[in-house]
């Protein structure tokens, strides 16, 4: 386990060896903010969990809506962003599942919270992990879109996410890495 650094990160989670730390990266994992009212918001309480240098950014569902909303904030905080099972927008059928407190926060394009316009002017390396299989809140056409928008956007092997039940955690562990050691050469 990991220690928490008294802003609500957990720092050097690990799973004996095998997991991001056993790989020589160090791991910061802010709670997400309960109830935030705004992807805005959400972005800056997870700023507030960030160690005080450049970091990978790895988010994962929804959570890509605010990790996409801190890296247009605060572009010197991100060194790379890996959006995994990026959350499909605009789906009437997912969206009428969900409650109506939540409409504000659905308003986007590809991303909840996200111009598609916005996403073109992300400037540092993107990496985009698919669901697979693909899912009703996690569609193929989401990472296709957004591979299409992110200028230089690479597409990673895509996994199930938890909690579907052929969930590993050693191909994102590996994605994750991966994608890290590739930020490192020049």
């Known amino acids: 386990m990991g220690r928490r650094n008294g802003r609500g990160a ?3 989670a690990d799973r004996g060896g095998r997991g991001p730390a056993g790989r020589g990266l160090a791991v910061a994992a802010p709670d997400r903010a309960m109830r935030a009212g705004s992807w805005a918001a959400e972005a800056a309480h997870l700023a507030a969990g960030l160690p005080d240098r450049p970091v990978v950014l790895v988010a994962g569902s929804n959570g890509c809506s605010a990790a996409v909303r801190l890296a247009l904030a605060a572009p010197e905080r991100v060194r790379g962003l890996l959006l995994a099972w990026p959350a499909t927008a605009g789906d009437p059928q997912a969206d009428g599942r969900l409650p109506a407190e939540l409409a504000p926060l659905l308003a986007g394009g590809v991303l909840r919270g996200v111009a598609d316009g ?3 002017g992300l400037r540092m ?6 669901a697979v299989p693909e899912n009703p809140v996690h569609r193929r056409r989401t990472a296709d879109a957004l591979l299409a928008l992110v200028p230089g956007a690479a597409e990673l092997p895509g996994c199930p996410e938890p909690p579907h039940p052929l969930f590993r955690p050693g191909p994102l562990v590996a994605a994750v890495a991966g994608f890290a050691a590739g930020l490192s050469r020049p």
């Open 10 to 12: 957990v720092l050097g």
């Open 125 to 130: 390396p993107v990496g985009v992990l698919p």
């Open 118 to 120: 916005e996403l073109t």
